[in-house]
């Protein structure tokens, strides 16, 4: 059978009504596949299928290194807010919940967020936290037992922007 025919329904998978069996999560990556402006149609498929959340992968990257933070207000050239609304507001329409795949611990050396918080960063290291990923710009490491206090603060308040948007919530990706 193939994939485009395939049926995660909960019909399909033989649950009860009410009954929650295992979590089914349609990974988005952020480029591939047309970038922000064909999420929507992502998104219906993902429902079609039967899928009850979205979870795009990190998506703050300009370099596609995924993980590696470059500028939180940016995607793919629009506004990250813009793009993350109108994920949130297709999920809505589709009854799917809408996740991210949060990357707090790394970023790019040459990125917006490593020079707004120089101090809340380890030296850049020339691998990242996956080794099968080579990275086309200096990778840094949070440090986040010296962290500054606005780095944290810039975190929690991504965290209630997104939540504002209607992100339902994250997966942490390698925080220490």
Known sequence: MAIAEADFSDRALGEADGAQGAPRIYYLHPTI??????????????????????????PFSATADLFLTD??????????????????????????????????????????????????????????IDPRILHRTPVLQADFARASRALVALWQGQLELWQGIGVSGVRCHAAE
């Open 33 to 58: 596949g047309g970038g922000p402006e064909a999420w929507p149609t992502h998104v219906a498929r993902a429902a079609q299928l039967g899928f009850r959340h979205i979870l795009l992968a990190w």
């Open 71 to 128: 500028d939180l207000d940016i995607i793919a050239g629009r506004p990250a807010k813009e793009a993350l609304a109108a994920l949130a507001a297709a999920c809505r329409d589709h009854d799917l919940a809408f996740w991210i795949d949060l990357a707090p611990a790394q970023a790019s050396g040459h990125g917006a967020l490593a020079q707004a918080q120089p101090e809340s960063w380890l030296r850049p290291e020339t691998r990242g």
